[in-house]
Antibody, heavy 114, light 106 residues
Framework: QVQLKESGPGLVQPSQTLSLTCTVSGFSLTSNSVHWVRQPPGKGLEWVGAIWSGGSTDYNSALKSRLSISRDTSKSQVFLKMNSLQTEDTAIYFC????????WGQGTLVTVSS | DIQMTQSPSFLSATVGDRVTINCKASQNINKYLNWYQQKLGEAPKRLIYNTNSLQTGIPSRFSGSGSGTDYTLTISSLQPEDVATYFCLQHNSGPTFGAGTKLELK
């Protein structure tokens, strides 16, 4: 069945770079897009960006200058890198399959703090 | 970017009540509107997709309607397990979410 699972460091220092991995199973990255969505504690959901089935990417315009999304199709993994982290980037980061957004990972909490 | 205005932000209701939550898009989203339920510490769960299609396994008391810029989620008879936060998501263009509605029991 379709599954997504996020992994990465729970704590990142301010101004450092965040690296997250979304490992998927049950579908192909070359046939489906994968999106990143984040949720600050106690707040709503914010679309971060996406990598499409053909490998192109789209980013939230507010984050674009700090963000990079890539993938390794042989490992069924999607990667998010965000630099110059600030406390406002503290959030649960989810990956979700596009084409309907029915399937979500459980999320990983990233705390930006010194 | 398409903006989604969700209302109300907070809702208190009694078991058995009919509950409605609304999302208004800043432009026509061609019925590409999903509804999600999120409980504390969990990932969002899709309830309704493309305005009015019920996700498999979701109780029939949940329904969706709308067109153009205006969309509604209805719970026909509120149950205790429905206490959660509800979000809309438009995926017509560059997905955007509503701010959420926190639903509690009165």
């Amino acid at each position: 069945q379709v599954q997504l699972k996020e992994s990465g460091p729970g704590l990142v220092q301010p101004s450092q770079t965040l690296s997250l991995t979304c490992t998927v199973s049950g579908f192909s990255l070359t046939s489906n897009s994968v999106h990143w969505v984040r949720q600050p504690p106690g707040k709503g959901l914010e679309w971060v960006g996406a990598i499409w089935s053909g490998g192109s990417t789209d980013y939230n315009s507010a984050l674009k200058s700090r963000l990079s999304i890539s993938r390794d199709t042989s490992k069924s993994q999607v990667f998010l890198k965000m630099n110059s982290l600030q406390t406002e980037d503290t959030a649960i980061y989810f990956c979700t399959r596009g084409g309907g957004f029915a399937y979500w990972g459980q999320g990983t909490l990233v705390t930006v703090s010194s | 970017d398409i903006q989604m205005t969700q209302s109300p932000s907070f809702l208190s209701a009694t078991v058995g009540d009919r509950v409605t939550i609304n999302c208004k898009a800043s432009q026509n989203i061609n019925k590409y509107l999903n509804w999600y339920q999120q409980k504390l510490g969990e990932a969002p769960k899709r309830l309704i997709y493309n305005t009015n299609s019920l996700q498999t396994g979701i109780p029939s008391r949940f329904s969706g309607s709308g067109s153009g810029t205006d969309y509604t989620l209805t719970i026909s008879s509120l149950q205790p397990e429905d206490v959660a936060t509800y979000f809309c998501l438009q995926h017509n263009s560059g997905p955007t979410f509503g701010a959420g509605t926190k639903l509690e029991l009165k």
